[in-house]
């Protein structure tokens, strides 16, 4: 196999894992400790992630529990929640925060789908230009005596078997993601 066709398939596994990062920090119906992933408090004067400073745990299908490790970090932390993208609404009792998952509406489901196509569709653009790069290098190969024409076309032929792949992937992780966003 082509160096470029490695260099190539590891950025479309990177993408992939990206998308499924950014698809999991999408809301839906269900409590879900991922959705606090992107999330960081002030934890003395450090920016650092919520599941570092607290356990979250989900004791039911629609409610988190989230409890600091130093209970000073109590008010911090339901900031950091309050003022986040997620439009929850967490209340404490000095000793854990408690955050209701309230149902999502038709609306914002529709938008929570959107998004979810939309990043779906940025991976995709970015997958396609992996797959032109890695064609770059291979022409680049060929030209410089590194690869005969016909080991330059398999090659080819190879990067774009490659693309198509993840782009199936791409499009299996929308669905399951679209699934869950739209149940009820």
């Known amino acids: ?70 209970r000073a970090m109590i008010g911090e932390i339901e900031k950091a929640i309050r003022t986040s993208e997620l439009s929850l609404n967490p209340s404490n009792d000095g000793k854990v925060i408690r955050i209701s998952i309230p149902p999502l509406t038709e609306e914002r489901r529709k938008e929570l789908a959107k998004q979810a196509k939309n990043l779906a569709e940025q991976s995709r653009v970015a997958v396609r230009n992996i797959r032109r790069d890695g064609n770059e290098e291979l022409k680049k190969a060929q030209k410089n005596g590194e690869l005969t024409e016909d080991e330059e076309a398999k090659a080819e032929t190879e990067l774009q078997n490659l693309t198509d792949k993840y782009i199936k992937e791409i499009n299996h992780i929308l669905e399951e993601k679209e699934k869950e966003i739209m149940e009820v």
């Open 1 to 70: 196999m082509h160096s470029a066709l490695k260099t190539s398939e590891d950025r479309m596994k990177k993408t992939i894992a990206s998308l499924k990062d950014d698809l999991a920090s999408i809301r839906t119906g269900r409590a879900s400790a991922a959705l606090f992933d992107k999330i960081r408090v002030d934890y003395y004067g450090e920016k650092s992630p919520l599941n570092q400073v607290a356990n979250i745990s989900i004791p039911e299908a629609r409610l988190i529990v989230i409890q600091p490790w130093d």
